[in-house]
Structure formats: C-alpha cells, structure tokens
C-alpha cells in the first residue's frame, strides 16, 4: 500500500487524498487516463459526475485487479475535469474507493475531453508489490 501523509506546516488537503505519498516496493504501474466508458466503449453516466466517476474508478480496479493489484495499491492520481464545480461529487465517489492513508493526486480543469459527453478523466500510478504480481495475459 502507498503510504500517504499530510505534513505539519502544511495546509491539510480538503479531500479524498494526502499531501504526498511513499512508493512502496514493488513493481511500478502506470494507468493510461480513463474516461466512463463501458467494455462496450459506451459513455456512462452522461451528464452525471458522480456516475462517470464511478465507473472510471471501476475500469481502473479492474485494471489493477488483472495484475494483481488492487485501489490500495494506488500511489498518485491526476484527475482531469471539465467543471471544477463538481468536486464534492467526485471526492464522494472517491471515499467509495480508497482508504486511509490516501493516495497523492493532482485535479486539473480543462476546458474538454475528447468526446464532450465526458466530464472526467483520471490516469492513476501504482505499485505492485512483486508476490502479488500476475501476468493479465495468463488468466
């Protein structure tokens, strides 16, 4: 599990992440930016942060789970959305997710994703530890 933590001096993060986060061994997994897409590649959740939220944070356990790993397993999140407005929406989602100690995280505005229908994306770095470590193509 990465271990996260808030610094004395430091203004505390308001949300579902900590300050920064140790790497713990392990192997490292980079997780390309998902958006709410089914495993059909239907939009979920149209309109709806929360929903669209919850299902990225869905694609990525199961993304992790092929490998062996798990949302603990998450060291650092970047979170990219539309209308920063819809933040208590989100970190109410991501309280769903993970637990404490809470991973890095960075939450950028931008004015569109690729499709307009999609309101969030989220690309996450995790961290293996070797013994749980398991190949996605041998299932």
């Known amino acids: 599990m990465a271990q996260g933590f808030n610094v004395p001096?430091?203004?505390?993060?308001?949300?579902?992440?900590?300050?920064?986060?140790?790497?713990?061994?392990?192997r490292v997994l980079h997780i390309s930016g998902h958006v709410s897409q089914d495993a059909e590649g239907h939009t979920v959740g149209q309109g709806d942060m929360a929903a669209q939220t919850r299902q990225i944070l869905e694609n990525i356990r199961d993304v992790l789970a092929s490998v062996g790993g798990s949302m603990d397993d998450i060291a650092k999140v970047t979170v990219f959305v539309t209308n920063v407005a819809d933040i208590a929406a989100i970190h109410a989602v991501r309280a769903e997710f993970f637990s404490k100690p809470y991973p890095a995280s960075t939450l950028v505005q931008v004015a569109q994703l690729i499709d307009p229908d999609w309101l969030i994306e989220i690309e996450a770095v995790a961290v293996i530890p070797i013994e749980r470590i398991k190949d996605p193509a041998n299932k």
């Open 9 to 26: 001096g430091v203004v505390e993060p308001f949300g579902i992440f900590s300050s920064a986060a140790w790497q713990p061994e392990g």
